[in-house]
């Protein structure tokens, strides 16, 4: 048997973990069959779950597992558990989106908790997790994808002109496309770039032009492992922010190390790639954001303010 993928073990601990609470003082034998687990993998998941919280991850902020001398398991969520959940439209068709995958499961109630809780949010939203959903993947031209994909399989070299965001810059590349996948919304394309000498992640949305060339690119590609969006160097320069409340969705929505975080304020350090991209952060943060410390960043901590002066200086 091949072994889960750590999407296919997310969906597994969530199917398995409220069948527990809603059957607390089955035994592990017991629960393994039912979800057609070994004894070791059950315990090897709930050791996961031991982990799941919030900070400062006291007693009361964690998932409590507990597994008595007779094998028997009960499970008592963190008190966050009982507080209203508070969904946005987006984050509730995302979680409706993904529960066939859950309750698929081999094991989950089909009449249990987490089958009532989507009904209710079916309810609420007026719609059915079996009714097909259209999901949208950025403004990427089906022209450029199309034409991206038989260069993969080609393995043919193509000319583009890409819009950097992040540096602000038009640039000419020859690039031998590798892999083209959709990541956070967006289409991208993996491959070697002559320009850069080495192996890049272009986001499709941002090719301006696209030219095949007929040429067979001599790099092979990487295996068949998940590529990420972003991979950092060791050397990039990096920012510490100090982040009000209102700005804390920074530690959410970029990858970032997550320093400090209390009711007052969340603490992040987050490798840099382009000066550009961390000047328009600073202005849309504003005043809910602080440069506490960096590395490589001459004056970082008045990026924002002159970053934003620049752009009054515009206007008047």
Not at 90 to 104: C, E, N, R, W
Not at 234 to 253: F, G, H, I, M, T
């Amino acid at each position: 048997m091949s072994r889960p993928t750590a999407p296919d073990r997310m969906r597994r601990v969530l199917a398995v973990v409220p069948w527990i609470v809603a059957n607390p003082g089955r035994t592990v034998s017991e629960v393994a069959a039912r979800f057609g687990l070994k004894d070791d993998e059950l315990l090897a998941d709930l050791n996961v779950v031991f982990m799941v919280g919030l900070p400062p991850y006291s007693p009361d902020a964690l998932v409590d597992v507990q597994i008595d001398d007779e094998g028997r398991v009960s499970i008592e969520l963190a008190d966050f558990f009982s507080r209203p959940l508070r969904l946005t439209p987006d984050q509730a068709v995302a979680l409706l989106a993904s529960s066939d995958g859950l309750l698929s499961i081999p094991g989950t109630d089909p009449g249990g908790a987490l089958a009532r809780a989507l009904g209710k949010l079916e309810d609420a939203l007026g719609i059915k997790a079996s009714e097909a959903l259209d999901i949208h993947l950025g403004e990427a031209e089906s022209g450029f994808l199309d034409e991206l994909r038989s260069a993969v399989a080609d393995g043919e070299q193509v000319r583009i002109v890409y819009y950097s965001y992040g540096r602000d810059d038009r640039s000419e590349r020859v690039i031998a496309p590798w892999r083209v996948f959709a990541d956070a919304g967006s289409w991208y394309v993996q491959g070697w770039c002559s320009k850069a000498d080495g192996e890049r992640v272009f986001r499709v949305d941002r090719i301006e032009e696209l030219e095949r060339l007929g040429t067979v690119g001599t790099h092979p590609a990487p295996g068949t492992e998940r590529v990420g969006v972003y991979n950092p160097r060791p050397d990039d320069p990096w920012v510490c922010l100090r982040l009000k409340p209102e700005a804390s969705w920074v530690a959410d929505y970029y990858p970032v190390e997550v320093l400090d975080r209390t009711d007052a304020h969340t603490e992040v350090k987050m490798v840099i790639s382009a000066v550009p991209w961390l000047e328009r952060l600073l202005i849309r943060l504003g005043p809910a954001a602080t440069v506490v410390d960096s590395s490589g960043l001459p004056g970082a901590e008045r990026l924002g303010a002159d970053a934003a002066g620049r752009v009054l200086a515009r206007y008047r």
